[in-house]
């Protein structure tokens, strides 16, 4: 060798400075180009596509005369978000108890919010009747799945 400097031993274990990684292994660019090139970042960047989802039985894994939550917590002109059995619980006039799937046909987020101006998601914006599920505003064209449901004692109940 011509250098004045000794040449390092080759290990396999040294740590390159500008990637942080051991030389010859897996760098981050590596790592991230190659997670792209195999289509595994594809989902994130299709999060807000066009499609709506389409939206399951939220209370088909309880039996029928389950409880839901008591008619006291569920407002009238408003509701309750059951996030555990994604189900929401509205009571649009007094005594009217309705119940939707709580996730959002637009892109499968469940709803967060409900108010007197309906069942919103405010993931992208979408806002649902709050005596139909159907939307009022946002990006969802498709209501919520309705879930049958009644009124046992002071309870709300699965149909």
Excluded: N
């Excluded at 005369?65 to 059995?85: N, R």
């Excluded at 919103?120 to 309705?146: I, M, N, R, Y």
């Amino acid at each position: 060798m011509t250098s004045t400097e000794p040449a390092p031993a080759d290990t396999g274990s040294t740590l390159d400075p500008t990637t942080t990684t051991r030389r010859g292994g897996l760098t981050r660019r590596r790592a991230l180009g190659g997670v792209a090139g195999i289509g595994v970042a594809l989902p994130v960047l299709a999060a807000c596509g066009g499609e709506e989802e389409t939206a399951s039985d939220p209370a088909a894994d309880l039996p029928a005369g389950a409880s839901l939550t008591p008619t006291a917590d569920v407002p009238v002109g408003g509701g309750a978000i059951l996030s555990e059995e994604e189900v929401v619980v509205t009571q649009p006039t007094e005594g009217e108890f309705k119940a939707f799937s709580a996730v959002c046909t637009h892109q499968g987020c469940l709803v967060s919010q409900v108010s007197a101006d309906g069942i919103v998601c405010t993931c992208h914006g979408s806002v649902f009747a709050l005596d139909t599920g159907e939307p009022t505003d946002g990006p969802a064209t498709e209501a919520l799945a309705a879930v049958a449901v009644t009124v046992s004692g002071d309870e709300v109940t699965l149909a």
